[in-house]
T-cell receptor, first 115, second 111 residues
Framework: GAGVSQSPSNKVTEKGKDVELRCDPI?????LYWYRQSLGQGLEFLIY????????KSGLPSDRFSAERTGGSVSTLTIQRTQQEDSAVYLC?????????????FGPGTRLTVL | DAKTTQPNSMESNEEEPVHLPCNHS???????IHWYRQLPSQGPEYVIH???SNVNNRMASLAIAEDRKSSTLILHRATLRDAAVYYC????????????FGTGTSLTVIP
């Protein structure tokens, strides 16, 4: 079956512009996660959606970052007024349910470069 | 948040077993131990997870210390395709989503 997809695969933008990154989770997965991975670093948690519950935004680094999930499926991560330090690979993952025992399925990521 | 400690890098010869260690001395009773790996230019993929007992699957084995303060991922016969960054992660089985990915162990497989 189809896995997690993300678009675009690469995005180059100028400092100060807004960008939108899209994630299509696996159909039926209720949990969706966004992570950020800077060059040579591990994954940094950004935000977590579970069903219709309020999202956990505790990992968002600043108020320039926001995310929404429409209809419990597709999610969009928006970065306003991009800065060079926002350059990273943004990864999305989905899973069937919350909790520590669920497997997360990751998308290929969007590589964001802010010039 | 309970965190993990892994060596930055390891090397293994092809077709030999690999033991990747992970320390998690502050693990709580509800934390599951997960291992993921990330091949170059790809998103992470699930390898194995466990709670208290050792676990085996087609990819690897997970050996968990009796006090759960450490664990070891075992690749029985390393192949060149196993070259990746391996992450040991604690996930709260009580329903929360607190976790720490860390920087992982970069495994090099030598032909």
């Amino acid at each position: 079956g189809a896995g997690v997809s993300q678009s675009p695969s690469n995005k180059v933008t100028e400092k100060g512009k807004d960008v939108e990154l899209r994630c299509d989770p696996i159909s039926g997965h209720t949990a969706l996660y966004w992570y950020r991975q800077s060059l040579g670093q591990g994954l940094e948690f950004l935000i977590y959606f579970q069903g219709n519950s309020a999202p956990d935004k505790s990992g968002l680094p600043s108020d320039r970052f926001s995310a929404e999930r429409t209809g419990g499926s597709v999610s969009t991560l928006t970065i306003q007024r991009t800065q060079q330090e926002d350059s990273a690979v943004y990864l999305c993952a989905s899973s069937t349910r919350q909790g520590g025992y669920n497997e997360q399925f990751f998308g290929p990521g969007t590589r964001l470069t802010v010039l | 948040d309970a965190k993990t400690t892994q060596p930055n890098s390891m090397e293994s010869n092809e077709e030999e077993p690999v033991h990747l260690p992970c320390n998690h001395s502050t693990i709580s009773g509800t934390d599951y131990i997960h291992w993921y790996r990330q091949l170059p230019s790809q998103g992470p993929e699930y390898v194995i997870h466990g709670l208290t007992s050792n676990v085996n699957n087609r990819m690897a084995s997970l050996a968990i210390a009796e006090d759960r303060k450490s664990s070891t991922l075992i690749l029985h016969r390393a192949t060149l395709r196993d070259a990746a960054v391996y992450y040991c992660i604690l996930r709260d089985g009580g329903g929360g989503n607190q976790f720490y990915f860390g920087t992982g162990t970069s495994l090099t497989v030598i032909p």
